[in-house]
């Protein structure tokens, strides 16, 4: 699967791995791609990740196969996504990996680890690290990330291709017709929206900033990890997404102005001042 980016898109930028730090991830206001990350390994046979694997359960939502949750063996899972014409439906994205363990196979960088406030509550510290493992043909349309956190999405082989646009716009590009943002594809995707593209590839991290709208399609299989964040500095657009989630009755179970307040409860004043204004009122 593929898709053909809206004429207003301009490339995403790239960084060297060592210039992203806690600050960058503060300030990010536009996505961008990290290369030359050393860290991560240059190739996981599907043996190995089996082995890697071994025991963890992966809840898949199967688009194609019946648009519906389904739990799978990560080894049944394997062998399916492997398989020479898996299921386009076959997309993990938001399986969760939080033992150490997988520090040694599926690393975080170090400036995510420092700036992620979701690594400081027990609630959210499983966000840290997803296992990514994804099919040919695979697309995700528009959304923007749950609780307003930003993603980010390391490949270590396949290939996958991005569109991004500006978390100013979500509410414009909210569908309230069709319950959903608009999606390109569909026809309903407003003229003239400026979004970022690029093609992701093998050895780079894709790192989408809080609240950005963005489309995934992936033309080749896929063995990648990501997972989701929230520096200081973008509270209180997490906050905003939040809000609107809840507004749309399409939020999550947690309190998460109770997730931040403990999550910057060793924070600086100032930060938690900002916490403290952009929750206001909220219990
Ligand atoms: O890779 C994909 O298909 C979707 C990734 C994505 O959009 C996300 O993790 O938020």
Redesign the pocket.
């Given at each position: 699967m593929t898709f053909s980016p809206n004429p207003h898109t301009t490339p995403v930028p790239h960084i060297d791995w060592q210039a992203l730090t806690p600050a960058v991830l503060d300030a990010l206001a536009a996505p961008v791609v990290v290369t030359g990350w050393p860290a991560p390994p240059r190739h996981l046979a599907a043996d190995a990740l089996k082995a890697w694997l071994d025991g963890q359960m992966l809840w898949v939502y199967a688009r194609n196969s019946g648009d519906a949750w389904q739990e799978w063996t990560a080894d049944d899972f394997v062998d399916a996504w492997a398989a020479p014409n898996a299921d386009p439906g076959l997309?993990v994205?938001?399986v969760y990996l939080q033992d150490r363990r997988f520090d040694a196979v599926f690393p975080v960088h170090p400036a995510m680890d420092a700036a992620n406030l979701l690594n400081r509550d027990a609630r959210t510290a499983h966000y840290r690290r997803s296992v990514?493992l994804?099919a040919p043909g695979?697309y995700?349309p528009m959304?923007v990330?749950s609780y307003g956190c930003g993603?980010w999405?390391y490949l270590i082989e396949g290939e996958?291709h991005w569109e991004l646009a500006h978390a100013d716009l979500a509410l414009g590009l909210w569908d309230a017709a069709t319950g959903d943002y608009a999606d390109p594809r569909t026809g309903n995707w407003p003229d003239g929206v400026p979004t970022w593209t690029t093609t992701l590839r093998a050895g780079e991290m894709m790192i989408c900033p809080p609240g950005f709208v963005?489309r995934?399609a992936?033309p080749v299989r896929c063995v990648g990890f990501?997972g989701a964040f929230l520096p200081e500095g973008q509270v209180a657009r997490g906050v905003e997404v939040w809000r609107r989630e809840q507004a749309l009755d399409q939020a999550g179970a947690l309190n998460f102005a109770d997730v931040l307040r403990q999550a910057t409860a060793a924070s600086k004043p100032d930060v938690q001042a900002a916490v403290a204004a952009a929750l206001g009122h909220t219990r």
């Open positions: 997309n994205v938001d990514v994804t695979a995700t959304h990330d993603g999405m996958k963005h995934v992936t990501g």
